[in-house]
């Protein structure tokens, strides 16, 4: 998880600014404050933590194995739900800024980890379940290879200043790691993760972002193949 605190950081830095969203209202901005300070209540914090105290206790929560990756969601899904509506007018770094009390760019980071964790928890949760173990791996022992896509990310952007195709390339290179080591199961995993965080902050790059598929796994498919052909002998002899 480490990581992902480098990653907001220097991620939206170059556009967070610019972008013209609509205005949360003054009651989403206190509704986050009461939705995240009860998320915070479950990691033992009374008030807003920093995001490395923050990073510290997930990153405990995680080792615990998977049912500490769902206990995880047993407190984010509340979360979203108390947001409720006022997500996506209030999803923003500078709602979160106002709501949190800190700084815009802890705000990004927050907001970074919030679409990442509603993705694991929600759309992605059976795939994050099933395939845990390989995803901890990468967390705890390839971090090398995440940081990889972030310099290359960081080169783009200090060559050629931020575009969306600068976050497309850092989500397929963060998706291509995911597949190094947890094949296409992972691979689709890596891809929703760097999305979900990404265009939390930048939702005007969504539709520019490169698809997270969800390819069969070439065994599966091999199998299937001899399936097809063996039911396409047998129907010729049927059919005589
Ligand atoms: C919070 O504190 C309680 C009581 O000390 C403890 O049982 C629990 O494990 C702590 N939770 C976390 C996430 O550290
Ligand atoms: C990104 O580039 C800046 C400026 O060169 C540098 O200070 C920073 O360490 C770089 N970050 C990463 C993750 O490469």
């Known amino acids: 998880m480490k990581v992902l605190v480098l990653l907001f950081s220097i991620l939206f830095i170059e556009h967070s600014l610019a972008q013209t969203q609509a205005q949360c209202p ?13 998320y915070f209540k479950n990691f033992n914090f009374t008030s807003t933590p920093s995001v490395k105290d923050y990073v510290a206790a997930i990153t405990r929560q995680m080792a ?3 049912n500490g990756f769902k206990e995880i969601c047993q407190w984010a899904n509340p979360r979203l739900a108390c947001i409720g509506s006022y997500d996506p007018v209030c999803a923003t770094a500078t709602a979160f800024q106002q709501a949190l009390g800190v700084s815009q760019n802890d705000a990004i980071q927050f907001l970074g980890f919030y679409g990442a964790t509603n993705w694991e928890c929600n759309a992605g949760y059976n795939d994050v379940v099933s395939d ?16 990889n896509c972030l310099i290359q990310y960081n080169n783009t952007v200090i060559q050629q200043g931020f575009s969306c195709s600068a976050l497309g390339k850092f989500v397929q290179c963060y998706t ?15 891809c929703n993760i760097a999305k979900a965080s990404s265009v939390e902050d930048a939702p005007f790059c969504a539709s520019q972002m490169p698809p997270c598929t969800k390819s069969i796994d070439v ?3 091999v199998l299937l193949r001899k399936k097809l052909s063996a039911s396409i002998i047998s129907q010729k002899f049927m059919h005589g």
Not at 28 to 38: K, M, P
Not at 133 to 138: F, P, R
């Open 26 to 38: 003054e009651a989403g901005i206190s509704q986050i404050s009461t939705c995240y300070a009860a």
């Open 64 to 66: 615990l194995g998977v």
């Open 132 to 147: 845990y173990y390989c995803y901890e791996n990468i967390h705890m022992n390839h971090d090398q290879d995440r940081v």
């Open 176 to 190: 291509n790691v995911y597949r190094k080591y947890c094949g296409a199961e992972g691979a689709y995993i890596g």
């Open 219 to 221: 065994n599966k498919l």
